[in-house]
């Protein structure tokens, strides 16, 4: 017991230690923070992450809970009017790129070890996307336009939610579950379930919030909010994650919302307490959810032929996504285009579908080493990339002092 005391304190220092490191260098703390969780685990076995150990029985509980906050997170901080602006370039590219994305990488899979169209398209969908909680922590210190970030952001949201239910629906489908019919009905109505009730739930808190403006418990009544907009929402068949953003994002833009409606900005406008409660917390918990994602590169995850394809996968997700760039280049700035291309960090909605198929008694060849091995080398990847983007940038936009789309606090 003292020594996880201990062990929690340290990563705490030493994630404080990564943002400064990152602040000076450019060199992003989240690719520190998974380093010390891989130091930690598979190579010095300071944590037990092995099958029945405390912490493999709470991964499910920690994942959801660390998206949660961080995508509450990512919403708050975000200004509605760059969202709103960037919607129909980033539906567009969003959905052609995950589009290419997937079958490119069936086919490689397929090319490689031919293990199947419907195990390949599992695998492409699990690693087609880009991950919220890695993409949203970026952009804060990312030096781009309004509207890159914003487009950044809302690809990262929606292709979780169709990670995890498209993924699930071909799951069904291999077991002999689902009806592919069904499947694009079954996508509009999660994200519309998602859609109505943050908006509704984030309205109906803020006019709540106006009468607790002398409570000491607004953060921790909002939180409990926040949990309740993505129970809800999974309950009624919607994506609790996508919920949870609008719910942040509403809530966040508040007062601009309010001015719209020609009500008084101010008296809508949401406590910076708020605001400096959630940085505490997100700080905490993207320490956490780092350094557990390297703690998931077990030792047995790193064999010849699941690099081989992981390294294919990276191959042509970027040819993909160069592909899917060329339609919308018109209205992408040339300085941002490789940008787009290169920053496809893939994290915990990958690492959700790993161990589901073995669950089902459906066994992939390479599946759950390919994803491990995939995220870091897209880590990896979205780091460097966002270390030249921001080179030779003014100092307040390469560290995120003064970033253009999120708030400055």
């Known amino acids: ?13 030493f994630g404080f230690a990564a943002t400064l490191f990152f602040e000076r260098t450019g060199i992003s703390e989240i690719l520190i923070l998974m380093a010390a969780g891989i130091m930690l685990g598979p190579i010095f076995g300071v944590i037990d992450v092995s099958a029945g150990s405390v912490l493999a029985g709470a991964a499910g509980f920690m ?72 993409v949203l922590s970026m952009l804060g210190r990312l ?24 993924g699930l629906t071909i799951i069904d489908l291999m077991i002999g579950n689902a009806d592919i019919s069904a499947a694009p009905a079954k996508l509009m109505n999660s994200l519309s379930a998602a859609l109505f009730i943050g908006i509704i739930l984030a309205a109906l808190w803020v006019v709540i919030l106006r009468r607790l403006t002398e409570s ?23 994506n609790g994650v996508i ?38 917390i997100s700080f905490f918990v993207r320490t956490f959810f780092f350094v557990y994602l390297g703690l998931l590169m077990t030792s047995s995850t790193f064999k010849l032929e699941a690099i081989l394809l992981s390294v294919a996968i ?16 018109s209205q992408i700035p040339a300085s941002e285009r490789n940008l787009i291309v290169f920053l496809t960090p893939k994290g915990l909605a990958a690492a959700v579908l790993v161990t589901i198929p073995a669950a089902n008694g459906i066994v992939i060849p390479y599946f759950a080493e390919t994803i491990m091995i995939t995220i870091l080398l897209t880590n990896i990847i979205a780091t460097v990339a966002m270390f030249a983007n921001n080179r030779g940038m003014p100092a307040y936009v390469a560290n995120g002092k003064k970033p253009r789309i999120i708030r400055t606090k």
Do not use: H
């Open 1 to 13: 017991m003292i020594e996880l005391i201990f062990l929690i304190g340290v990563l705490l220092i």
């Open 63 to 134: 994942t959801v809970l660390a998206l949660i906050l961080m995508l509450f997170d990512g919403g708050l901080t975000f200004e509605i009017a760059s969202m709103v602006r960037a919607l129909p370039l980033a539906f567009g590219f969003t959905i052609l790129s995950f589009t290419i994305c997937t079958v490119a990488i069936a086919a490689a899979a397929n090319l490689l070890f031919n293990i199947g169209w419907l195990p390949g398209l599992l695998l492409g969908v699990a690693l087609a996307g880009t991950s919220s909680s890695n």
């Open 143 to 166: 030096g781009a336009s309004s509207q890159t970030k914003a487009m950044l952001a809302i690809e990262s949201t929606v292709t979780d939610a169709f990670t995890l239910i498209i």
């Open 216 to 238: 000491k418990y607004s953060y921790m009544l909002t939180l409990a909010t926040v949990f309740l907009a993505y129970a809800l929402s999974e309950f009624f068949g919607g």
């Open 243 to 280: 919920a949870v953003f609008v719910f942040g994002l509403v809530l966040g833009n508040s007062g601009t919302l309010a001015a719209l409606l020609k009500l008084n900005k101010k008296e809508y406008e949401v406590d910076p307490e708020i605001r400096r409660m959630q940085e505490e």
């Open 314 to 329: 990276v191959f042509v997700t970027t040819i993909a996504r160069w592909l899917a760039v060329k339609p919308f280049a």
